[in-house]
């Protein structure tokens, strides 16, 4: 790994890494929700079950731990976005709603209902 | 959907967005930036006057300013100084320094590599208690990534200042959160606190000036750095700026972490954010502050929520646990379970705190018990002024405020349980009665067969009654009754 030896160099890499991820997005992406509080509510089989039914499926997609989302009461949770749409957000979802997930918002592209409205605002 | 953004996610503006092992997604949504920025283009003095601008206060439940803080450590003279990051969260129900260090432990890194550039220190200390194993690991991998790109070890950013982090483990005791108590404890000592002044800003650890702040006031450094002072002092009130993050537990449907402005109001914490009490029930009161917090009732709901304004309701910030009660819920035994919490907590340094703790939780007991008397709720009030006022450190100094606060909030409470014999809430065991319906009951036996103590009598096909004396009020007879006929009196 380089060293960063000036905020240019760091930009420069900002730049590339950003770019890198703005390609992801043309891809379905699904962030699972890591701390310790997901993982003791299942999140890690969840995790597991996305990789497998998206990679059988021959989907083109990224599954991406992330820490805590801030949603206890809804362990395990995930963020969900699809190419030109808005990224939601799912709660509760054991394997059996991460299949219905993957059937029918990812393939069919049907609405689903239960996702978490996003109540807050971020800097970034 | 404009109503429900009641949230501003600053320390958590990365936690659940990036991958916490890969530094990449980090700098990609400009990690490190303000580090650089720092380096090239301010002077130490410069950051600090940056900091002191913003208003920030410690997190960790103080709300000592952060950038006066800085500026203390800077001050002295010495060969060596240190930046230590407070992570031993300690509140029962608490877990905002994890999440923020299982989701972003760079923005931590970062801000203390600010922090050490500003102060003159070259050594950071993490201590953190090795309950969060998890939260470790991540740190760790984050260490290493920081030092392969460069922004940790000698000459960061091509400058002059070198830098590097170790972590340190704590047992997970609760005062250790007090920075000289942490200090002794990151010394090999035993976790005892210290006699204050000196502070730790001009004696610390290793006896150097050491600068001591929490997780999360770390993790608003760099997006104070990169959008301005005047930014930041937009949010919040006019003595509390940014945003505080919460944990919001207990009896509310939306049980999870939160990041409000400060100035927002505990009613849309609990109502709005945290969409309301459970199945229905009436909110009671909430406790905030943990164990050395108090308890606010519903004529608090309304109040902005900041450093002063909870002082004054006679409670605290603390470091952000918020823990909701409903009805059902008894604020003696409330009082009790905190100061069960502290009795075990306390260090032993100091008589008050030590002997004190234990004193006021025998008094909540024999009052739970249905045992207190007029006399018990006087002392209670004197000791727990006694132990406030002469404790060494912050632990027993805020330790009866649990129940001061219910005590002044709720005295009604206090006086049914001595003088009736009575806990409204249901919850003192000792002071309900199960009883049987005379009206209602079958005389179908049941109860006598699952009752383990044979406390109940009766004919067959005749009403039966509940011995007081011998029932150990398990609720074995209530729950098996098939007719509704045994209630609580």
Redesign the interface.
């Known amino acids: 790994m380089m060293k960063i030896d000036s905020v240019k160099d760091l930009k420069n890499l900002r730049d590339k890494l950003k770019s890198a991820e703005n390609l992801k997005k043309a891809t379905v992406m699904v962030k699972v929700s890591m701390s310790t509080c997901g993982i003791a509510s299942g999140a890690r089989e969840t995790m597991d079950y996305f990789i497998n039914e998206l990679d059988n499926k021959a989907i083109d997609a990224s599954v991406i731990k992330t820490g805590c989302m801030g949603y206890c009461y809804a362990e395990p949770t995930i963020e969900l976005s699809k190419p030109g749409k808005e990224p939601v957000i799912f709660g509760y979802v054991d394997t059996k709603r991460a299949q219905e997930i993957i059937d029918k918002y990812i393939v069919a592209d049907e609405e689903l209902v239960g996702i978490i409205p996003l109540n807050f605002e971020t800097v970034n | 959907?404009a109503k429900?953004?009641?949230?501003?996610?600053?320390a958590?503006?990365?936690?659940?967005?990036?991958?916490?092992?890969n530094i990449?997604?980090y700098?990609?949504?400009?990690?490190?930036?303000a580090l650089?920025?720092v380096l090239?283009t301010m002077s130490p003095e410069e950051t600090i006057e940056e900091i002191k601008k913003s208003g920030l206060r410690g997190r960790g439940g103080g709300g000592f300013p952060t950038g006066l803080k800085w500026e203390l450590t800077r001050k002295v003279d010495a060969e060596q100084k240190y930046v230590v990051c407070n992570a031993d969260e300690g509140d029962p129900g608490a877990?905002m320094d994890?999440?923020?260090l299982?989701?972003?432990p760079h923005s931590v890194i970062e801000a203390m590599a600010i922090n050490a550039f500003c102060t003159g220190a070259s050594k950071g200390l993490v201590y953190i208690r090795a309950e969060?194993p998890?939260?470790i690991e991540r740190l760790k991998i984050a260490l290493k990534?920081a030092r392969?790109?460069?922004?940790l070890g000698n000459n960061i950013?091509?400058s002059n200042f070198s830098f590097d982090i170790e972590i340190r483990y704590g047992a997970g005791a609760f005062v250790c959160g007090e920075e000289t108590a942490l200090i002794h404890s990151m010394e090999g000592l035993r976790g005892e606190p210290g006699v204050k002044p000196p502070f730790p800003s001009e004696k610390g650890y290793q006896g150097m000036p050491t600068n001591v702040n929490n997780v999360e006031t770390y993790a608003n450094i760099p997006?104070i750095i990169l959008?301005g002072a005047d930014w930041f002092n937009k949010i919040g009130t006019e003595k509390s700026k940014g945003t505080k993050v919460f944990a919001l537990a207990g009896k509310v449907?939306?049980?999870?972490?939160?990041?409000v402005p400060m100035g927002i109001t505990l009613r849309e914490v609990i109502f709005d954010?945290g969409g309301g009490i459970k199945d229905g029930k009436k909110f009671k009161a909430v406790q905030t502050g943990g164990p050395s917090g108090g308890c606010l009732t519903e004529a608090h709901l309304d109040t902005p929520i900041d450093y002063d304004n909870l002082i004054n309701a006679g409670s605290m910030m603390g470091s952000g646990g918020m823990i909701v009660m409903d009805e059902d819920d008894c604020m003696v035994s409330m009082a009790k379970f905190y100061l069960d919490f502290t009795v075990e907590e306390s260090c032993g340094k100091c008589a008050p705190c030590r002997i004190g703790n234990k004193r006021l939780y025998e008094l909540l007991d024999k009052i739970t018990e249905g045992k207190g008397t007029d006399e018990d709720l006087f002392k209670l009030r004197n000791l727990a002024t006694v132990i406030k006022d002469t404790s060494l450190c912050g632990l027993g100094q805020t330790s009866p405020n649990p129940v001061l606060s219910t005590m002044d909030n709720f005295p009604e409470e206090y006086e049914a349980h001595v003088k009736d014999s009575k806990c409204f809430a249901g919850q003192c065991k000792a002071l309900m009665q199960y009883i049987i319906e005379e009206d209602a009951c079958t005389g179908c036996t049941l109860c006598v067969r699952v009752c383990p103590v044979d406390a109940i009598s009766g004919e067959r096909k005749m009403a039966h009654f509940i011995n007081q004396d011998t029932c150990i009020k398990c609720g074995a007879c209530m729950e098996k009754c098939k007719f509704g006929a045994i209630y609580i009196g």
Not at chain 2, 148 to 151: D, K, P, Q
Not at chain 2, 253 to 259: P, Q
């Open positions: 959907m429900l953004k009641k949230q501003i996610r600053i958590l503006r990365n936690c659940g967005f990036i991958n916490p092992e990449d997604e700098i990609a949504r400009d990690g490190y930036m650089g920025k090239e877990f994890r999440s923020i299982e989701g972003d969060y998890l939260a990534q392969e790109y460069g922004f950013f091509g997006v959008e449907n939306n049980v999870g972490l939160v990041e954010i």
